[in-house]
Nanobody, 124 residues
Framework: QVQLVESGGGLVQAGGSLRLSCAASGGTFSSYAMGWFRQAPGKEREFVAAITWSGSGIYYADSVKGRFTISRDNAKNTVYLQMNSLKPEDPAVYYC?????????????????WGPGTQVTVSS
């Protein structure tokens, strides 16, 4: 059983940056594809980014492409989401997720493992 815990959320001004981290425990982190989702109030949870176990495959939602960067450090069992040029439409609860493949996340949106989420707020 894999446990995921996000950190790094908070309040930032529009145009600013935040770096989210997700620490994994209880499983073989390096064997899992990892990803980030977000859910804004009144909206469905949506895919943000995903990365393969090796880091060789990276995928982004169109809405964040060019602004967000996903990365991972398998030695630290941690995946990151660097968010730059934050916009008023980016505020949400951001969730870390993990599963065997990125396809489960980016196509189906149904990864097995989820973190509890971290709030990101953007002030204009």
């Amino acid at each position: 059983q894999v446990q995921l815990v996000e950190s790094g959320g908070g309040l930032v001004q529009a145009g600013g940056s935040l770096r989210l981290s997700c620490a994994a425990s209880g499983g073989t982190f390096s064997s899992y594809a990892m990803g980030w989702f977000r859910q804004a109030p009144g909206k469905e949870r949506e895919f943000v980014a995903a990365i393969t176990w090796s880091g060789s495959g990276i995928y982004y939602a169109d809405s964040v492409k060019g602004r967000f960067t996903i990365s991972r450090d398998n030695a630290k069992n941690t995946v990151y989401l660097q968010m730059n040029s934050l916009k008023p439409e980016d505020p949400a609860v951001y969730y870390c997720a993990g599963d065997g493949t990125t396809r489960i996340m980016r196509v189906h949106g149904t990864p097995t493992y989820w973190g509890p989420g971290t709030q990101v707020t953007v002030s204009s």
